[in-house]
């Protein structure tokens, strides 16, 4: 049915710079929301971002200012711009998008950020 594939994900050291994309494929007429929820060991998957379709964004308190979201509704893709990165932001991204009543998630991808 539908697809997300995660990419951009690596190790940087605090201070820099990452930028990941998530691209939809497979059966989609319209995505409402897509965002970026990232998990440690032993904590709850937790929202990173999220945008709507119509380009409305909200942020998690740890990460404004440093974290921007975007999305190209036409090419169905997700990114996160992610600056001046933290030890504290290494975790598994992983990609979520909302299309219709059904929830998708992609596989995850490991960002670490060392000190």
């Known amino acids: 049915q539908v697809q997300l594939v995660e990419s951009g994900g690596g190790l940087v050291q605090a201070g820099g710079s990452l930028r990941l994309s998530c691209a939809a494929s497979?059966?989609?007429?319209?995505?409402?929301?897509m965002g970026w929820y990232r998990q440690t060991p032993g904590k709850q998957r937790e929202l990173v971002a999220s945008?709507?379709?119509?380009?409305?964004?909200n942020y998690a308190d740890s990460v404004k200012g440093r974290f921007t979201i975007s999305r190209d509704n036409a090419k169905n893709t997700v990114y996160l711009q992610m600056n001046s990165l933290k030890p504290e932001d290494t975790a598994v991204y992983y990609c979520?998008?909302?299309?219709?009543?059904?929830?998708?998630w992609g596989q995850g991808t490991q960002v670490t950020v060392s000190s």
């Open positions: 979520n998008a909302k299309i219709w009543v059904n929830n998708y």
């Open positions: 497979g059966s989609i007429f319209s995505i409402n929301v």
């Open positions: 945008i709507t379709r119509g380009g409305s964004t």
